[in-house]
């Protein structure tokens, strides 16, 4: 099956500070990325969705100037947590689909802890 | 809006016995697609089992199938002799072509499967 890939797993940072999270798709190209974020014992909520080439479109009450989307190629988007706050501490994951739009694959989250 | 309910926070079965979690969701949409995705300790999200909505067939993966419902909008999915290995949380989740084909997850059962 197709694996997508992120990095880092987990990361620690202080309040203030941005983090950049990286979701790949290893053995396909990805024209669409989604960004869900978990809190604990929650679902999964939706943040963004990113096309490659494309502004992301983010789901209403996620601020676009905070988390930042970049989806500037067929296998790579990234998450940009800017000016991180111990409120954004929670578990970000990422999918990722190629031709087929109802196949999403998704990667093994990350863990961010914000002091 | 589409919703997903899943109205079992927790559910437990013993080794080798039979269990069904329930899902419902509201839409007015006609073409989408159901999901079941096990989420274990790990955290990593794994596609279980997929349904379109235009097939009658209930689709069935091995020991899991599921009860598709469409005039009742229900979605239940079955685990036959279950094993210790399927202790995980379990999200039911919608998706159609105008949300850009993301996911919209339920609240998720967390099953527990006991020797």
């Known amino acids: 099956g197709a694996v997508v890939s992120q990095h880092p797993s987990r990361v620690i940072c202080k309040s203030g500070t941005s983090v950049k999270i990286e979701c790949r798709s290893l053995d396909f190209q990805a024209t669409t990325m989604f960004w869900y974020r978990q809190f604990p014992k929650q679902s999964l909520m939706l943040m963004a969705t990113s096309n490659e080439g494309s502004k992301a479109t983010y789901e209403q009450g996620v601020e676009k100037d905070k988390f930042l989307i970049n989806h500037a190629s067929l296998t790579l988007s990234t998450l940009t947590v800017t000016s991180a706050h111990p409120e954004d501490s929670s578990f970000y994951i990422c999918s990722a689909s190629g031709g087929t739009l109802h196949e999403q694959f998704f990667g093994p989250g990350t863990r961010l802890t914000v002091l | 809006a589409q919703t997903v309910t899943q109205s079992q926070p927790e559910m437990s079965v013993q080794e080798a016995e039979t269990v069904t979690l329930s899902c419902t969701y509201d839409?007015?949409?006609?073409?989408?697609?159901l999901f079941w995705y096990k989420q274990p300790p790990s955290r990593q999200m794994i596609l279980v089992i997929r349904q379109e909505a235009y097939k009658q067939q209930n689709a069935t993966e091995n020991r899991f199938s599921v009860n598709f419902q469409k005039a009742a909008k229900s979605f239940s999915l079955k685990i036959s002799d279950s094993q210790l290995g399927d202790t995980a949380m379990y999200f039911c989740?919608?998706?159609?072509?105008?949300?850009?084909?993301?996911?919209?997850f339920g609240k998720g059962t967390s099953l527990l499967v006991t020797p």
């Open positions: 839409t007015s949409e006609n073409n989408y697609y």
């Open positions: 989740a919608f998706m159609y072509s105008n949300s850009g084909y993301a996911l919209n």
